[in-house]
């Protein structure tokens, strides 16, 4: 087991009729007026815009709205409600969405309080030393955005789907109500379980031995998605397995699963973004459901052991990477690039956004060549 | 699975030569004198103390020491030590010890600030309102107190063994070392494994349904417990075996391990807090061994379907309690009272004691007679 520092501030409120609490929370920290940060308008269909609005209302909490986050967020929002951020002097920001928009409020959260492009976040050219307040309601459970520091968005005019970090934006409250996720499309809980796993696995198999605690956390995560992604798929308004499949993605990537691990490998994901910066309309858990299998593939010999355990304490059969995706095939995920809509000649293309980033991986570490071959693999 | 609040604002900083970290960390926090606050003198012979008065002196902090807490803490030296961090002007306490240097190190934070009584936030008169920042450096894993904001005290006038809980104590950092508990003597480690397992079963017992995830992570922290204990009677050095009990015994009651749960029970907490109330040398864990398996026994049907797969998912074996019975016999933990010292004519008086609490319990609400009978099956 590795030293590590654990450290996680974010409030985590869940559970039923918890959104229309936002209004409360707020007051009691002082906030005056916020930012309200949102997608595409699912929030006006779900009645949760409603909740958040009223709540609001009563609380005497001013708001101004920033709408149009887009799945794979892109940095011209940001950039558009960091402006209006500052304009309207808010003292905070309040996302009510995804993960894209929780990830983009973070951005917009430590963008407002720094002079330069938001982008440099991402590029590593500087470190976030602050941010205004960040409150957040999640109405999609998936990428752990809620209890964590982790913002992923890309740059549409370099194609770059780069990631920053920072104590500084982790959510101060956070709202998780599993009753919100009712009306769902099955595919976007699909996409969903496979962020989720692929989290996990990143810590999971990242080679860090001797961490019996955190691999019998990481199991039981696994064990959890994936008994309640085939309880949703059944019965969507199933309350007790949407609870425990919100909880599950929400400890996926808090920490939880990574006590005592290097910090992950992530090769899987940083090839995945290349997916989706290529072709903004794949899901990113669409894209891990192809790329993180070919990456097992193609280290298996390293982690042999592992990929037994996990195959026999999750789906009962050693060939863990078969029990994988197997599974993804049974609940419709895609398997291979192809389906993703990708041709042959995108593997170079691919190849090329993802090097940018080599070499990558902790459990191996890829080069250029190595991408190549995980990416034909998943073709 | 209930609604919950998930919030633990203490940074662990977990593993090999953290201790001597500590200058580096107050002096981050801008604290300039402390009370250290320490029992018997143990950390005189294991090094930590010295590692912790060489890192203060090289980062300029003052201290001020008091000693002499022990095992089963009393009201008294709480009182004495917050005396002296009143009069010594010091901006933080900072606990080096166990869960009873922990426990009342936390009072003394509290205590500090409050002008009244220390004692009133025991009989629950007032809450903590506020408290001057704790740190702590934990020698002893067992109690989980390192990473919450519990703390349980002996008033020795009342023979009353009582709790409170507060967010502004929990510490600020908390070091975890688990190399400087190879030295522990092995019944040390024992009791540290009851405590903690029975933290896990005060949640996992406590009658709520659908708490698939917390379910399996409690389940995972007992396995990684029973697996760890064990290594450690054979080597008390094994260091990947004591970082990993280190780490279960601080989820087992940080927040994790009750997720969605209704709080957790408490009984067998309450009646083993009698016990240690009458003979304050038995310790917390080995009280715990007696207790639980006697309330598991008379709550038995109430969980059968819960006991049963408690047993077969830690020990293989359907029967849970007398699994853990057996295992506790194992590795050396008394399994009645008799074993502690108690006799047949002590349980009136243990009854009266805990039955000061009475009722207790969430499972099922205890009254008097259902106390007296729970200690007629530990006798």
């Known amino acids: 087991m590795n030293n590590f520092v654990f450290y996680n501030p974010t409030k985590l409120v869940f559970g039923r009729n918890t959104v229309e609490k936002i209004g409360e929370y707020l007051k009691k920290d002082k ?150 996720q009712f009306t769902l499309p099955a595919n976007q809980t699909v996409n969903g379980a496979v962020d989720a796993i692929s989290h996990v696995m990143e810590y999971y198999f990242d080679g860090t031995s001797n961490t019996q605690l955190a691999d019998r956390i990481d199991e039981s995560i696994v064990k959890t998605l994936v008994e309640t992604t085939e309880k949703l798929l059944k019965d969507p308004h199933d309350y007790e397995a949407r609870a425990n499949f919100a909880l599950s993605t929400t400890l996926a990537l808090n920490g939880i699963s990574g006590l005592g691990h290097s910090g992950g490998d992530w090769s899987s994901h940083a090839i995945e973004h290349a997916l989706s910066a290529l072709n903004p309309d794949v899901a990113h858990g669409a894209g891990l459901a192809v790329v993180f299998p070919a990456w097992l593939t193609y280290v298996k010999d390293l982690i042999s052991d592992k990929l037994a355990k996990f195959g026999v304490e999750v789906f009962g059969i050693e060939d863990g990477i078969n029990a994988l995706k197997e599974w993804y095939k049974k609940i419709g995920a895609p398997v291979n690039l192809r389906e993703l809509g990708f041709e042959k000649n995108d593997i170079e293309k691919l190849t090329d956004i993802a090097s940018k980033m080599a070499p990558m991986g902790r459990l191996k570490k890829l080069e250029r060549e190595d991408i190549k071959k995980i990416l034909e693999i998943a073709f």
């Not at 906030?31 to 308008?41: D, P, Q």
């Not at 995804?98 to 938001?118: F, L």
Request: proline share 3%.
């Open 31 to 180: 906030i005056k007026k916020v930012l309200l940060l949102a997608g595409g308008g699912s929030i006006k269909k779900n009645g949760v815009y409603e909740k958040v609005v009223r709540s609001l209302f009563e609380h005497s909490i001013e708001k101004v709205e920033v709408w149009g986050v887009r799945p794979n967020p892109v940095l011209s929002k940001v950039k558009e409600a960091i402006e209006i951020a500052r304009k309207e002097k808010v003292d905070a920001i309040l996302a009510v969405g995804g993960g894209s928009v929780i990830d983009s409020a973070k951005a917009v959260a430590a963008g407002t309080k720094y002079e330069g492009n938001v982008w440099d976040f991402y590029i590593g050219k500087i470190k976030v030393k602050e941010a205004i307040p960040l409150y957040t309601i999640l109405t999609l459970s998936a990428t752990g955005t809620e209890m964590n520091g982790n913002s992923v968005v890309t740059n549409e005019d370099t194609l770059e789907k780069y990631s920053f970090s920072s104590i500084h934006v982790y959510p101060k409250i956070s709202i998780v109500d599993p009753e919100i």
